[in-house]
Structures are given as structure tokens and as C-alpha cells.
């Protein structure tokens, strides 16, 4: 051999063992039944580029492995990565599998003579090396009539460079093109779901797919349903009907991943699939709210009142209360329970009131949700820091709330009902406080309540109203609890004064939403308006005193009024108005980016998992599981370990695609965690309040799903 | 015939081959069999009411049965809760022919070999009883109350994979359904997916 073509010879065996080192196989019984073998579609790693590896089995005649799902026998074939830090590898894509009728009803998903397994190899940006070495552990269960589990260690070792060449395109178009589609477009097919007893229905409308004769559904069922064997109910020239039918106990269930599987005949070579997934921004299916019982609703609204006073943002205001019940103490027993009750009806009169607005504008199509619908409106928070801001200065003495004369007259004939009338509207304050605290029971009682009829509405915010209510009633019914309340004196006006420090901190925090809605500018101008307010305050306090002479107070009434008119014209109508709203990029820190419904897709197509953070600047939850569990130098490098994906979802201005995906979530509020493990699998909703231990207890099973796959 | 009578019998043959199709589900009462030891010996559902009773689908040749008996799992189960008062039942319903099918003495021979502690070791091959079921793995496991209802139909337990070293680290449904059971309290894993070889049914 001439030394050139010696060379040559020695190139070619090199890149012949560089694109398939070793293809280690199974041996039973002096038989090969398994050959495997790692391919890359690519003759070199260029860094930062993805490209795909193919595990290649190759199985002895009549002896198959299985799909991602198994079907009643088997198990699916399982691949473990060994790759360097930086290197982030997608899902399995699974071909198409063939189904298998064995005696006894017994179907399986798998795969005969071939397969390729392929999966997308993400590489650093930066690779110092010449060549990299790829290995993976695969697992694999192999059946005739017999089954004997594989596994092998196949290795693959690809030069890194700066440019590349397709390499094995055959194989990898074959397969490629036995890869199931993404569900088309409403135009070509439509998917529903329904459950009837225990079966899943899904009903597909689509011409198209009904020319096909053999059709099929093979399900990706979750981790603990245990499901039947589908089949065709009815099959017309535009509809077909296939039944799910599910054997465990998931009565919730109310969709189901999938392939629709359609051909000329079945298991032929021509086989084609459409992916029905259960992710919320793509699927065509709905996930239903938990159809539990109307009355277990109604109680968790009832126990989600009593807790909602607890809530920081309602606390100052039951302080107040309490306080007056202390004041009260030495009055006669109906007088307090007649406050006790006013103050209730209050409670009742803003729910009530609230109930028939959301209806309102539900039955008008709008997206409606709780906390978020008034928070996200800057307007309604600047209103709300103004009555925080005017019940402070009355708490310091600045002046005295007493109703118009006019009015006082015309509505009350007693002085009793004064207090009465009081005690009305600090119940409509307590409530209006309260309404951003969306607490877990809440959660799910409004979630509930907002996919129902209005009567159900209602029912459920006369619940929340009856629990937050009941404190009071039962204090006022029992004045013999308030006796063990001190004694009145002048501790009481420190009491008062030190509560309107804690309408103030309130008021701060009510500024920072306002800042983060629309920047600093925003909150500056919002805050010369409260300054305004203070000072029409302070002079309602200072001069319109009852001694002073009626052309006096009506002359400072006009004052005060013209200020606060003229100053809401100025800063409101004009400068705050035209703040911008601020942008959610400049808030992102550290490795979170901003969600988008597509941006969520995109990650998810690429095979990565993602975990969506949904929160708000208003929401005080949010920023505790934020500060304390999302980052976390633990729970950030297990997210960094795993490679998931971290998008942050703000709906500080109500973002009406986020209000969209809360509601799929049947959530009427953030926070919302979800963690998607990829494309076919369903989304992991995690609980309101985070834990460390928790996140990263789900984020490994996630990462074990996933590996598993 | 009497074109009444065919009728009856006709729709309660289709009867019979729906019913089939369907597994009964867990919380239904279980099937009644009658099923040959490997002494010929036959045991019955009904002799047995009264006492919870445990059937386990069974295949010596398979390696997700021989995962449990070759770590002595399956033994120490079958022996600490015989030992309770619980009846263990293994049956083999596969065909004659297919793998995993015993003669009566391949099933005396086994039961010594691998120490095996089951009340009765049963042969169904002609897998009636087993179809009766909806009985599609080995091992599956099935459990059925005092008073004749099926309480438990599933794996043996959590991790679906042919490794013995995984079964310290799994959940054991069985043993978890069966302590709750024998403790009067409720079950609170009723239904799992099993996993396993597949039962090699006779062709019909």
C-alpha cells in the first residue's frame, strides 16, 4: 500500500470509529438480540449549536422494545446521559410505535427490528477541547415471547469545530419522518375531551383525518392512571369518536396526552401522528376545575373569610375595630351588637357588591379575576392609598370624620345610628383591604366560583363574607368576651396613633405597587397628590371646627375642594396618567426571563423543561417565596443542575395573556408556580406558599420523569 | 331450540365476552374459581371467604418475577403474611407451550427449589381465571377482602424496572394495602398500574 492511500485508509477508519466508537449489544443465550449504538446527525460539535443523537437498537426478528408508554406489558426504553457541565440534552423523540394484539387482550406500544431513539444535544458556547466524548447508559426491556432486559453503555466521540456536515441523513430523515406532528391548526382539526362515568371521550373534528381508515389513540397517560384500551366509538366522514376508557380512581381526570394515530392500515410504514398534548397554552383540551362538592367550596370560602384577618393587609383595619369594641365595652349590650351587626352587614354589603360587579362584567366578557382585577389597576390602587392615607391622619388627630350635616340628617334621626353607620363603613374598608390577599383556600374556593353560574358566585362571596364576618359577630353577641378587654384611658390615644403608623407602613407598600406599575415617576406624582390630600386634611381639622362660622367652613370646604380637584387634574389627570407603564425586562434579575405564552413554547419544542414563575409586584406572597425559596443559592444551582428553564410571568399590569393562563390553571390570582417538565407531560402546579425542601424534592422527580422517558 | 332460549343464550354469550373485556373494578366482588395444585388438589374463591386473600400472577422465566423471588422478596412477603391468617394464591395462567407454563411437576419442583411460601401454587392454563381478572402481568397482584371483593389490583410495588436492586427503595403496595387491611383501616393506594412480562395467554 502506497503511504498516501495508507493515510487515507487510516482517515477513514478513524472517522468511521469516531462517528460509532462502539456498539455494545446483548447476548442471550449465544443470540444477539440487541444491538445498540449512539449517532450524531452531524459530523462535528459546533459550540453553542444544538444538534441530535440517535440511540440506534437494533433488534434480533420478532424480538421488540418499547414506546414511552409500554402499554399493559413491558417497559419503555430508558436513556441516562453522561455529559460534560453545560451541555443540556431534550426529551426523547419517540417514533411513531407499532401496537401489538397478543392473546388475552393484551396491547403494547413498541418497536420492531429498528428504532432510533433521538434526543437534541445542546453544547456550551464555549468548548476548549478537540473532541468530545458522548456516552449514555441505556436500559431497555426486550421481548419476544420471552423478555430479557438490556442495557449497554454505548459511546460516541465527535470532533468539535467550527463548521459541520450533515452525517447519517438517511437514517435520521427515516426517522424523522416517523416522528408524530404537533396538533394542526383549528382549520384542519379540533380536539375535545369529555368525561362520561369512567371514560374519557375525545371527540376530533377533521376531514381529513377521517379519510383515514385505521385510526387509533395511543395514550402517554400520567404516572399514577391506570388506562384501558382505546377505541373508536363512531367514525363518520368529518368526526370521529374515540373512548379512553380510565380503570384507576382519577375521577378529576379530565384529558389525556396522547398520539392520534392515523394511516391507511394500521401499523403500516406510513403511519402518521398527531400529538395531542395537555399543556396549557397548545392543547386543545381544557383542564376542568376539580369538580368537588358545591358545600366543601362554600366552607373553604367560609374558612378563607375568617383567615382573611388575619392578613397583613386587613390587620391595621381589625385592630381598629377591635379597638372600638373596647371603646364600646362600657355601652349596653344591644348597642354592641347593633355596631357588631352593622359592621358585618358592611362586610356583607362590599362582597355582595363586589359579587354583582365581577358578574357584571363577566356576563361582558371580560377577564375577570380576583386581587389581580383591582390591583392590576393603577387607578384602583391610587384610590385605595388615598383612603389608607385619610384614615391615618384621622387616626393622628389631624381631624375628625364626622358626616355632612345634610346628610347626617337625612339618613340617620339618632345619634345611635351614627355609630352604626361607622361601623358600616369600617367593614366596607375592612373588606376592600383584604381583597389582595388571596389566601390558598381562597384560591381554590374563588377558582371554583369563577367558572360558575351566578347564583354560585354569589353563594361563594356570601361565604367569604360570613367567615370574615363572624369574629366580630360572635364578639359583639358575647360582650361578656369583651369584658376581658382593659379598661378605656389614655393609653387608648397611643394605641390609635401607633395604628396609623401601620396605615402608613400600608400606604408604602401600596406606593411601591404604584411604582412598579408606572416607575418612579408614577409613585412621585402619585405621592403629591396624597400630599395634597393631607394638607385639605389638615384643614378640615384645623378650620372647620363647629365653632367656626358657617360662611368660614363653606369657604374652606371650596378650598379644599378646588386643591384636591385641581391638584387631580394636575398630577393624576396629567403627569400620572402619562407615566409609562413600567417595563417588566428592567425588573428581571439573575437568570429569570420574561414569559411570553410563545417564548414558553419555543422552550418547550426545544425539549427543555421550564418552570413559570407568576407573581406580581402587589403580591407580598410572591416576594417571600421569592426572597426565600426561589433565590436561594440551593434551589437556584438545583435549577442550574437540571437545566430548567426559569420564566418569570409578571401581572403587576394584568397581562392579559397571563390572565388567560391563570385561569387554565383555574386560579383566579398569583402566586402560581408550574413546572413543566417538557413538551408531553403534564404540568407540576406547586402549592402557594414554597418551601425549600419541597421545590427541590419536585424539581428531582421532574428531572427523574423526564430521564425516565 | 326455542328461538327464546337462543336468544337468552346469545345475548348473555355477548354479555360475557363484554364483561370480559372489562377487568372488574376494584371495589366489585371478585370472580369465583375453582383451580388445580400441582397435587390436583382443587381450591376454590368461595372455601377461602372470610380471609383476606392474596392472588399473584406468576412466571418463573420472567425477570420481573424472578427480580422478587431472587431477592427472596416475594418469600418473605408470602410468609410473614400467611403466617397473619392471609390465604396467598399464585397462579400461572400461562398457556401450554409459552414460556412460564408449569406441569404439575415443574410447579412441585419450583415451589422447593425457590422456597416459596404461597398457601396453594395454581395452574390455570387455559387462562380463564386469569382473563377473569383482567390479569395482563407477572407478577400482579390482587387482593381480595374477607367478604369477597377485590380491594387492591396492581403492581407489587412503585418502581417498574426488572432490577432487584431497586426494591429496597420502592413502595410495596401489596404489603402496604395488606397492613392497612389487617389494621381495620382503609386503603389508601386501591389501584396501580402493574408492570411486568405479559401473561402468555392461549390464542383463541
Known amino acids: ?148 432486559p438490556g442495557s449497554a453503555t454505548p459511546q460516541l466521540e465527535l470532533p468539535i469545530s467550527t463548521t459541520s456536515q450533515p452525517a447519517n441523513s438517511e437514517l435520521f430523515a427515516r426517522y424523522r419522518h416517523l416522528l408524530p406532528q404537533n396538533w394542526p391548526g383549528s382549520n384542519v382539526a379540533s380536539a375535545s375531551w369529555s368525561r362520561v362515568g369512567r371514560d374519557l371521550r375525545l371527540k376530533i373534528t377533521s376531514e381529513s383525518l377521517a379519510k383515514y381508515p385505521a385510526l387509533d389513540f395511543f395514550p402517554l397517560p400520567g404516572p399514577d392512571v391506570v388506562v384501558g384500551h382505546p377505541t373508536i366509538e363512531s367514525h363518520n366522514t368529518n368526526e370521529v369518536i374515540l373512548r379512553v376508557p380510565i380503570e384507576s380512581s382519577e375521577k378529576n381526570l379530565a384529558s389525556m396526552a396522547g398520539l392520534v394515530v392515523f394511516s391507511q392500515q394500521a401499523n403500516s410504514e406510513d403511519r402518521a401522528a398527531w400529538r395531542i398534548s395537555v399543556a396549557p397554552t397548545i392543547s386543545a383540551a381544557k383542564a376542568a376545575p376539580p369538580a368537588r362538592g358545591i358545600f366543601t367550596f362554600l366552607f373553604f370560602g367560609f374558612l378563607g373569610g375568617i383567615i382573611l384577618n388575619l392578613m397583613p393587609c386587613v390587620l391595621p383595619v381589625i385592630s ?390 | 331450540m326455542n328461538k327464546k332460549v337462543t336468544l337468552t343464550v346469545f345475548t348473555s354469550l355477548i354479555a360475557t365476552a363484554i364483561f370480559a373485556l372489562e377487568p372488574p373494578p376494584v371495589g366489585s366482588a371478585a370472580p369465583d374459581f375453582s383451580l388445580p395444585d400441582a397435587k390436583g388438589q382443587e381450591h376454590s374463591l368461595a372455601q377461602y371467604k372470610g380471609k383476606y386473600v392474596v392472588l399473584e400472577w406468576f412466571n418463573p422465566e420472567c425477570p420481573f418475577v424472578k427480580k422478587h423471588y431472587g431477592s427472596d422478596n416475594m418469600q418473605k412477603l408470602q410468609k410473614e403474611y400467611t403466617d397473619k391468617g392471609v390465604v396467598w394464591l399464585t397462579i400461572d395462567s400461562n398457556a401450554p407451550g409459552t414460556e412460564g407454563n408449569l406441569t404439575p411437576e415443574q410447579a412441585q419442583k419450583i415451589t422447593t427449589s425457590w422456597k416459596t411460601h404461597e398457601t396453594a401454587l395454581l395452574l390455570d392454563p387455559d387462562g380463564k381465571v386469569g382473563q377473569a381478572y383482567g390479569s395482563k402481568n407477572t407478577p400482579n397482584m390482587v387482593i381480595i377482602s374477607p367478604d369477597g371483593k377485590i380491594v387492591y389490583h396492581g403492581a407489587i410495588d412503585s418502581k417498574a424496572t426488572p432490577n432487584p436492586a431497586d426494591i429496597p427503595s420502592s413502595t410495596n403496595y401489596v404489603k402496604a394495602a395488606l397492613d392497612q387491611s389487617l389494621a381495620g383501616k382503609s386503603i389508601s393506594t386501591p389501584q396501580t398500574k402493574p408492570y411486568g412480562c405479559s401473561v402468555k395467554y392461549k390464542s383463541s
Open chain 1, 1 to 148: 500500500m502506497r503511504p498516501v492511500s495508507r493515510i487515507a485508509a487510516f482517515l477513514v477508519a478513524w472517522s468511521l470509529l469516531a462517528l460509532a466508537s462502539q456498539s455494545p449489544g446483548q447476548v442471550y443465550q449465544g443470540k444477539e438480540l440487541v444491538k445498540a449504538e449512539l449517532l450524531a446527525d452531524t459530523s462535528a460539535i459546533v459550540p453553542g449549536k444544538p444538534f441530535t443523537v440517535g440511540l440506534l437498537l437494533r433488534m434480533a426478528p420478532h424480538w421488540h422494545t418499547y414506546w414511552a408508554f409500554s402499554g399493559d406489558a413491558g417497559l419503555p426504553t430508558e436513556l441516562k446521559w453522561k455529559l460534560p457541565s453545560g451541555w443540556k440534552v431534550g426529551e426523547i423523540e419517540w417514533p411513531i410505535p407499532l401496537k401489538t394484539i397478543d392473546p388475552g387482550d393484551i396491547e403494547t406500544y413498541g418497536y420492531e427490528n429498528e428504532v432510533l431513539l433521538m434526543q437534541e444535544i445542546t453544547p456550551p458556547r464555549k468548548l476548549d477541547d478537540s473532541t468530545v466524548k458522548l456516552a449514555a447508559e441505556a436500559n431497555w426491556l426486550v421481548c419476544e415471547k420471552i423478555c430479557i
Open chain 1, 320 to 709: 381598629l375595630k377591635i379597638f372600638g369594641f373596647i371603646q364600646q365595652a362600657g355601652q349596653s349590650r344591644r348597642k354592641i351588637l347593633r355596631s357588631g351587626i352593622a359592621f358585618t352587614v358592611g362586610i356583607f354589603a362590599w362582597f355582595v357588591g363586589l359579587a354583582l360587579l365581577l358578574v357584571a362584567l363577566k356576563s361582558g366578557g371580560r377577564d375577570v379575576t380576583w386581587g389581580g382585577f383591582q390591583f392590576t389597576n393603577a387607578y384602583f390602587v391610587l384610590a385605595l392609598s388615598v383612603i389608607v392615607l385619610v384614615f391615618a391622619l384621622n387616626l393622628f388627630g389631624v381631624f375628625e370624620i364626622s358626616l355632612p350635616q345634610g346628610m347626617t340628617r337625612g339618613l340617620l334621626s339618632t345619634t345611635e345610628r351614627k355609630d352604626d353607620l361607622g361601623s358600616f363603613f369600617q367593614g366596607v374598608f375592612a373588606t376592600v383591604l383584604a381583597t389582595p390577599c388571596t389566601a390558598p383556600f381562597l384560591g381554590t374556593a374563588l377558582g371554583f366560583a369563577f367558572s360558575q353560574s351566578v347564583v354560585v358566585i354569589l353563594a361563594m362571596f356570601f361565604a367569604i363574607a360570613a367567615g370574615m364576618s363572624a369574629p366580630y359577630l360572635l364578639l359583639s353577641a358575647q360582650p361578656a368576651w369583651l369584658r376581658f378587654l382593659p379598661q378605656p384611658g389614655a393609653w387608648m390615644l397611643h394605641v390609635k396613633q401607633f395604628m396609623g403608623f401601620l396605615l402608613l407602613a400600608t400606604l408604602l407598600f401600596l406606593l411601591y405597587v404604584l411604582g412598579a406599575q408606572r416607575g418612579l415617576e408614577g409613585a412621585i406624582w402619585a405621592s403629591c397628590f396624597l400630599l395634597v390630600i393631607s394638607i385639605a386634611c389638615w384643614m378640615k381639622g384645623a378650620f372647620v371646627l363647629p365653632t367656626a362660622s358657617a360662611a368660614k367652613r363653606a369657604v374652606v370646604f371650596v378650598l379644599m375642594f378646588a386643591l384636591i380637584v385641581g391638584s387631580g387634574i394636575y398630577f393624576i389627570g396629567g403627569k400620572f396618567r402619562s407615566s409609562n407603564l413600567a417595563l417588566t425586562d428592567s425588573r428581571l434579575r439573575g437568570d429569570w426571563q420574561a414569559f411570553t405564552p410563545e417564548r414558553l413554547q419555543a422552550e418547550l419544542d426545544q425539549g427543555h423543561s421550564v418552570f413559570v414563575d407568576f407573581t406580581a409586584a402587589w403580591c407580598i406572597t410572591c416576594k417571600f417565596n421569592e426572597a426565600n425559596v426561589l433565590e436561594n443559592s440551593e434551589v437556584r444551582e438545583a435549577f442550574r443542575r437540571h437545566a430548567i428553564v426559569k420564566l418569570k410571568a409578571d401581572w403587576t399590569n394584568g397581562d392579559p395573556a397571563i390572565t388567560k393562563l391563570l385561569q387554565q390553571f383555574g386560579r383566579p390570582g398569583v402566586p402560581l408556580y408550574v413546572l413543566y417538565p417538557g413538551k408531553n407531560e403534564e404540568p407540576i402546579v406547586f402549592p402557594e406558599v414554597l418551601t425549600k425542601g419541597m421545590v427541590l424534592e419536585k424539581l428531582q422527580t421532574a428531572a427523574s420523569r423526564v430521564a425516565a422517558q
